[in-house]
């Protein structure tokens, strides 16, 4: 008998194929107050538009009260699902076959500490050749870091123009792959960590982190519009009732609509910072990287064309625009990238 765990798993997979559940340490436990921060402002924000506004309006106006209530409600949907998918989706890790056991020790690596703490854990049993133990431990032998054969082609490069690695990880980066300090490991197409999501943003949980964005500013837009002559209304007709009752929920319902008009606003900027990333086919961190003239060069040749970089965090057709679910015509795996010039300019 198919229990029902095994269902739930398998339904995420079909919406969410290769992607995995992260694990909570006890830090990220700890990081949980913000989400549950989060949670407390839509709850407001739903006191205000549907408790203090739409329902008292059903008896006056049935009609757009119902009307109103359908669109509050689908956005709150969407909004929750988009959010619990930043949340709870991991955002990417590197696969194993990138290790310095499987492909070989950078040039600035041997000898190190980490060289040296990486002999004394292992056995290095998968290294690349024998002689990995003495390579490492004494620095004898080098073999120049261009030479590393890569699962996948890679365009970006460290300082000195070699390939990209991580001294904690002890791996190579695939391009735009970065080290995060909150999950203490890389992460493919890292954006950024945000703590009011207590995740990373990255290459699998991208889309919905913008779409978490859009949703939360139409519904702060939507509650700050509609809430405010209700509010003012119920506001001065509980404090001449001296209804305590009532008068507590329009107090809770203002508060909602004060947050709601201070996250619009903020939403609204973040939204637009984001949405100008994805046309470029831009992370948050790469905005930065930017400025260096190599790095810039790469960078540009992931830039695609607004439509096609869309696409690549989107997906192909619309509903996938609207929907948080990871879209089978989704492009790319993290790894390797489209480029818009031969690749050959780069290598």
Known sequence: ???????????????????????????????????????????????????????????????????????????????????????????GHVPATWSFARLGWPLELRGSPEARDFVAKSDLSDAADGSERGMLVEGLRFVPNDKVKLPAVVL??????????????????????HHCSALERCVLKMDHFCPWTNNTVGFYNHK??????????????????????????????????????????????????????????????????????VLRNRTTIETYEATDPTTALVLEAFDLGPRANWKSVFGEHVWAWILPVWSRHHRGDGISWETRVHREAFV
């Open 208 to 277: 919905f982190f913008v779409q978490f964005l859009y949703y939360g500013f139409m519904a702060c837009l939507v509650t700050a519009v509609l809430s405010f002559p209700a509010i003012v209304q119920r506001l001065s007709m509980e404090i001449s009732d001296e209804q305590t009752r009532e008068f507590v929920i329009v107090i809770l319902g203002l508060i909602g609509w004060i947050v709601c008009v201070i996250f619009a606003f903020a939403l609204l900027f973040f939204a637009a910072f984001h949405t100008y990333l």
């Open 1 to 91: 008998m198919v229990s029902l765990s095994s269902c739930v798993r398998a339904a995420l997979r079909s919406l969410y194929p290769g992607l995995r559940m992260l694990q909570f340490t006890p830090r990220r436990i700890f990081g949980l107050l913000p989400v549950l921060t989060v949670c407390l402002l839509i709850a407001l924000g739903y006191i205000a538009i549907v408790v203090v506004t739409l329902v008292p309006m059903l008896a006056a106006k049935p009609f757009w009260a119902t009307v109103l209530l359908l669109l509050v409600h689908c956005i709150l949907v969407l909004l929750l699902w988009s959010y619990a998918a930043v949340v709870l989706v991991d955002p």
């Open 156 to 177: 970006m490069r460290n300082r000195f123009n070699r390939y990209r690695y991580c001294s904690k990880c002890l791996i190579y980066k695939p391009d735009r792959a």
